[in-house]
């Protein structure tokens, strides 16, 4: 009765065999047969989200599925963002997060990546009721979601803004547009706006600097820092703070 | 949670789905799985065997013919969310789909599922019983149509046979005027009704209600229809009044307990008040009327 | 003020404007990432790119799997437990009972009150789910599939839920086992003076009373409970990985549990998925696991299930209060008065400073000038699971925020004043600080008026007044209220003479090392559980050294290494660990100087610090001067003869006194009077916790405080029935709010430092959840209370408005308001 089978999962575009009895399920394959923690369990219910991950495409729970009814299935999980074609050296979702403080135990967030992932796919300019809607399958304790929403409409814009870019002759539009920090809720960043580090908080209603621009850039800083720790202070750019775009 | 180990069995024709239930030894089907997943982790379903229904590709249609709307045992709830069809000529189905749970649950969960599971909780019964639709129930004999009305005997109990599976459910084709809704209320996304109404109103050329059909939600052992409800609307031109007493007739009909999701008595007051939301909308789909709210703040 | 002795005094070059705080307009600091910038988080790339590393993520060569078996009962004797049939299945590995842990004296753990509870259940059980059982597996699913064959026999009595009815004389005695306990009493406390307050009440021109209760809740961080025990036999040492928001105490605790030597013991707590005093306690899981690993000798996990969480863990609240105000006909308030009966479950396992059996209830004076106060509490047994947790508070601050900014609604009702106005006139007024309260409370500062005065223009509230009284006159379909709660907490436990858990003082600790090349590592015995340690406190550092931010790496939570500390709940981070940081800062900060000297070929009294710059320099000589990279290579490579090489400090923080940080929030709600649906039309916050560290995680915090108000308010209660089963178990039942749910907040701030913080900060993490609900019912309340409605019980489900709408006959019918136009069509034909 405890017969395992063989299944072919193919996670983050890698094809992975193995066996699972049929009980198993699909979170515990990923997390525990192939060792790819980043997705998680909040609950036995099928309420948190927190195992959120892409099936073909679609976001599910990856604790309300058997592994082997994923057979042969392509899954996407927190691990396979940053290699996906739209990410840079971070994925502008994981971006959006860290720049508007969309996490804070971290525990949730990538099943809301997940989630904001396969909206994003969807919709790609998105209101905020849809934004909410999309990620009403996903709880969280911390966040309160407002930031959350923001971390998404980052990415939105992010992304719109460098297919713009990419297609030049829409590079008008998104300039009007502003950014994200444009938007009345207000962001705390807008890295492409670059900014002077030695001026402006990154704060809005602070400095006069430009609404939402986020000069504090550490990477600048630290360029300008001086020689006497350029070694130390390398390591913990990379560390702390890796932007690759300025890098 | 883990579930108790059983036995998968992964058919890809209906034939094939029939003939291991009928050969199998109690066979639970496995269909979208969003409730019956945590009932197997919770260990309050142990079956030794499953037929898991999800490779068997005819079964995943949404589509309308022989004069019906047809949803397939594998037609998800996001199917619905995201057809124009249903967009444009099914406004209960419309209303329904985005209030089922959450997105990540709609993407698995099917329509046809939710009707086997026969919860009263579940909206998909009440819409079904509305709209007088059939459940096709395909066995070791073949095709047989159960209506709706004969299909839910108690909380998740049905009148389909051990060895039969939904293969379908339908619901006829809309006169040109005919409107639908549904409406829930809910604590939260995710939280199953707290109660909830699905109408469909048929009207003749004159305006007045030819046939009407109401299913409730959650406010008795299985959705349920309100029949004095209907009745006391059939003939009769739409007005406030007409329907707040048939929202008055559906309540009384009613039949809820008190539990976790509100008071017997507050739930018997919203399936009034729900009854007349839905039949307003429904009178207005039609082309009917248009609803003037003196005050809306 | 005063501080403890080795503590610098507060830092006046910081506090940078004449309030003694820097300018909320001008906060934005040097550029080093130090104090008031907004920093993005330095913990955040391993969250994001699902590197992160939580208790169950830890997986150990030949670790074994913990399931727990529990009682489907609430009160039951067990007559015997059969493990053999799941001790014969496959990959199973042991079946653990209270008789297996007896042999290792641990069948029983000291809860955080004194109490001592059963970690497997020896003889009775005494709420349901209560642990009876472990089974020890190869795999999680081997786990439960033995724990389902372990047969128990219970011979099953009544139980009793209900903290009143536990209380009657023929209830069901919950805790027989102690000599003594013959009724389910467990203790009676008071506070206040009772007389003078009676005095108070008879000669008051009016008086208002309220009953409320403050339901039972669950901290449910989206990360469950969890711990990876694993004894190492060559090393007599055990490594417990466990969920754990406090922990250096745990690692006291489980020594004492265990009689293995405290040295012998390493506790860590990796990355926390959430903790809001959920994971302040100690569980029977960890210590089963640790059980089973030390009898076993192999790693044992042991995780626990979302219902498991709910069902066992501490719960928080419970109070059923009884609240009487007694005020002039102009609304001075002059008494109060309240009456609290608790439930404490089946232990008496509360979390909070042992002195202090109702935590800091007695805070319940708010932020007004009360002559007279008394309040008094008893406290019941009951066949619920045990806690009385600080859930995202101070301990118990949350029910008396509550019960005050009820009354003083309730207050403005009966005198037909503007809830606004009132609290106006009760304020502890601006210059009256530090103000002692009628229970003994030592305010620290406040400017309660300046808050709330922002809070009401923020929220247009004169508008909405209009609003409210139109919807009123015509009849509306929809009622506006309007909900203020103007609170106050008391946070950062300390100071350690007044406060501590298990005997140990309630301090706590930084150790702070720079090294040669010039960053530094930070390393504090408080923990993080998302409230981003890793970036404020090296925001600090970067502060009061002139280092940048990235330069800093704080480290916690591995008791092997970091120094003894009290943990992280009660919003005591800031307060406590925080000050410990800037004061090991300055400590480093004074030696560098020396180094300095040093370098610079000066006296080391001529050698200035600047803040701007973050540099030192020779007084009256700008130019010569050196960073702190510089001081920390001088430092190691060419150290003054007269000191010892190195730079590093330690500092244990006894705080002198809690911080108060206070707020006003202003909730605008719109209730559908068919069908008592409430939904938020507007939500101000205005807090104010002194000086700011980094205001983009401030408000982060205040918005994830007030979503968890928004679903103690609307949503969230634990539920038994009659039975003692736990119907709100799981969260099908125990409902979080999801983004739906959740409305944008407007947040603002004050600045209103605290002065004997070292870097005038207060706590601000749990003012959210404290102050917002009184504010969320006050708002439903204000709406129907132009009908004579003056409490509306939490949670206030749709159904529960609608039954208040219905009783006072502000209940519609849809028909109500409502015309059908029938159109040309639609018209039947004249002939």
Known sequence: MTDEREITLTVNGTEHTIEVEPRRLLVHAIREDLDMTGTHIGCDTGNCGACTVLKDGEPIKSCLMFAAQADGAEILTVEGMEDLPEADDIHPLQEGFREEHGLQCGYCTPGMLMAGKALLDEHPDPDEETIRDAISGNLCRCTGYQNIVRSIEYAAEELENRAAADGGAVAADGATDGGPAASPEGGHAAPEFGGDADTFCGREDCCGGPDGADPFDRDALLDDAGDADDTADADAGTDANDRGDTK | MKSAPFEHHEPDTVDEAVSLLESLDDPTILAGGQSLVPMLRFRLANPDVVVDINGIDSLDYLDEGDGHLRLGALARHADVE???????????????????????????????????????????????????????????????????????????????????????????????????????????????????????????????IESAGIGMTAVDITNARATDAEEHLEGERPSPDLFATAGELAAEQSNPESDEHGGADYKERMVDVLTQRALSDAAERAGTVTVQRRVTQ | MSSEPDTPDAETEYQHDDDGGPDPEKHCGHGRGGMGEEVTRKEDKRFITGRGNYVDDIKKPGMLHCEIVRSPHAHARIEEIDGSRAEAMDGVVAVLTAEDLLEHDLATMPTLMDDTQDVLVNEKVKFQSQEVAAVIATDRYAAKDGAQKVEVDYDVLDPVVDAEEALEEDAPLVRDELEDQEDNHIFDWDTGDKEATETVFDEAAVTVEEDMLYQRLHPAPIETCGAVADWDPGMDKMTVHMTSQAPHAHRTLFSQVSGIPEHKVRIVSPDVGGGFGNKVPIYPGYVVAAAASYVLEEPVKWIEERSENIQTTGFARDYDMTGELAATEDGVIEGVKVD????????????????????????????????????????????????????????????????????????????????????????????????????????????????????????????????????????????????????????????????????????????????????????????????????????????????????????????????????????????????????????????????????????????????????????????????????????????????????????????????????????????????????????????????????????????????????????????????????????????????????????????????HHPIGAKGVGESPTVGSPPAIVNAVVDAMSHAGVTHVEMPMTPDVVWETLDEVGLAHQPAHNVEFDLGDDAEPADD
């Open chain 3, 340 to 755: 609290v009966l608790a439930n404490h479950g089946a232990y008496n396992a509360a979390a909070q400073p042992s002195k202090f059996p109702a935590g800091f209830f007695n805070i319940f004076t708010g932020s007004y000038d009360i002559e007279a106060a008394y309040g008094s509490l008893t406290a019941a047994f009951t066949n619920t699971a045990p806690g009385g947790v600080a859930y995202r508070c101070s301990f118990r601050v949350t029910e008396a925020v509550y019960l005050i900014e009820r009354m003083v609604k309730v207050l403005a009702d009966e005198l037909e004043m503007d809830p606004a106005e009132i609290r106006r006139r009760n304020f502890i007024p601006s210059d009256a600080f530090p103000y002692e309260s009628a229970t003994g409370w030592n305010y620290d500062s406040g400017d309660y008026e300046k808050a709330l005065d922002k809070a009401l223009e923020m929220a247009d509230y004169d508008h909405y007044r209009e609003e409210q009284q139109r919807r009123i006159e015509e009849d509306a379909d929809k009622l506006i209220g309007i909900g203020i709660s103007s609170f106050t907490e008391v946070v950062g436990a300390g100071p350690g003479k007044q406060c501590d858990i298990a005997g140990i003082e309630m301090f706590d600790s930084a150790d702070l090392r720079v090294n040669p090349t010039g960053n530094a590592v930070l390393r504090v015995g408080v923990q993080t559980q998302g409230q981003g340690h890793e970036t404020t406190f090296a925001q600090i550092v970067a502060e009061e050294l002139g280092m940048d931010v990235d330069s800093i790496t704080v480290e916690h939570g591995d008791t092997d290494t970091e120094p003894y500390g009290l943990g992280t709940y009660g919003s005591r981070s800031t307060p406590v660990a925080g000050a410990a940081a800037a004061v090991a800062a300055r400590k480093v900060r004074d030696k560098a100087k020396s180094i300095a000297a040093n370098e610079l070929e000066a006296a080391e009294e001529d050698i200035e610090w600047e803040r701007e710059s973050g540099e030192f320099h020779v007084a009256g000589a700008p130019d010569r001067s050196i960073t702190i990279t510089e001081i920390a290579a001088g430092a190691y490579m060419n150290h003054p003869g007269d000191e010892e090489p190195g730079l590093e400090a330690v500092n244990y923080y006894d705080p002198p006194e809690m911080t108060y940080p206070f707020g006003s929030y202003i909730v605008i709600v719109e209730i559908d009077r068919e069908t008592g649906e409430v939904d938020f039309e507007k939500f101000v916050a205005v807090d104010d916790c002194g000086n700011r560290i980094n205001p983009m995680i401030i408000e982060g915090q205040i918005h994830g405080g007030l979503a968890q108000g928004i679903g103690t308010a609307m949503l969230e209660k634990v539920t038994y029935d009659d039975n003692g089963n736990v119907t709100g178990g799981d969260f099908m039942n125990y409902l979080l709010p999801t983004a739906n749910e959740i409305p944008n907040f407007d947040t603002g701030h004050t600045v209103t430092p605290s002065p």
């Open chain 2, 82 to 208: 995201d057809s124009d069809l249903i967009d444009e000529k099914y406004g209960s189905f419309a209303d329904a789909a985005p209030l089922v749970a959450d997105p990540q649950i709609r993407n698995r969960g099917t329509v046809v599922g939710s009707v086997a599971q026969a919860d009263p909780k579940g909206d998909w019964g009440s819409i079904l019983l509305a709209h007088e639709g059939e459940v096709i129930a395909t066995g070791p004999d073949g095709d047989r149509a159960i209506p709706a009305d004969e299909f839910f005997l108690l909380p998740y109990d049905t009148t389909l046979g051990e060895q039969e599976l939904i293969t379908e459910i339908r619901v006829p084709e809309p006169a040109p005027t005919e409107g639908s809704a549904y409406h829930k209320l809910k604590r939260k996304t995710g939280d199953y009704a707290m109660a909830g109404v699905g109408v469909r109103l048929v009207f003749d050329d004159d305006g007045v």
